[in-house]
């Protein structure tokens, strides 16, 4: 079974930072690529930033210059460092891995989201 866990969410004023990391864990194979999103209250979820296993990575625009995402392959862990945050980035962030289950293989590999972890900045 996979688990994909995140952390680092938590209270932030506009302008500050905060560094949010996903540890996938469990029967895996491989893992392609890893991502986050977001859902703001009332809304929709939305993509925020994507990293392939090669480290090429894409970003919203509504978010680039101030994200980062980075991966360590070693640790099945996928962060994201944002910096100048806005109160419109008050969301639950989730973290999601395309990866292959070992016990699935000949199922291809699939999408996994974690819980999520709440991000609030303040005005």
């Known amino acids: 079974q996979v688990q994909l866990v995140e952390s680092g969410g938590g209270l932030v004023q506009a302008g500050g930072s905060l560094r949010l990391s996903c540890v996938a864990s469990?029967?895996?194979?491989?893992?392609?690529?890893m991502g986050w999103y977001r859902q703001a209250p009332g809304k929709q979820r939305e993509f925020v930033a994507r990293?392939?296993?090669?480290?090429?990575?894409i970003y919203a625009d509504s978010v680039k210059g101030r994200f980062t995402i980075s991966r360590d392959n070693a640790k099945n862990t996928v962060y994201l460092q944002m910096n100048s945050l806005k109160p419109d980035g008050t969301a639950v962030y989730y973290c999601?891995?395309?990866?292959?289950?070992?016990?699935?293989?000949?199922?291809?590999?699939?999408?996994?989201w974690g819980e999520g972890t709440l991000v609030t900045v303040s005005s």
């Open positions: 999601h891995a395309d990866l292959l289950d070992t016990s699935r293989i000949p199922y291809g590999a699939m999408g996994y």
């Open positions: 990293i392939n296993s090669g480290g090429n990575t």
């Open positions: 469990g029967s895996i194979f491989s893992i392609n690529a």
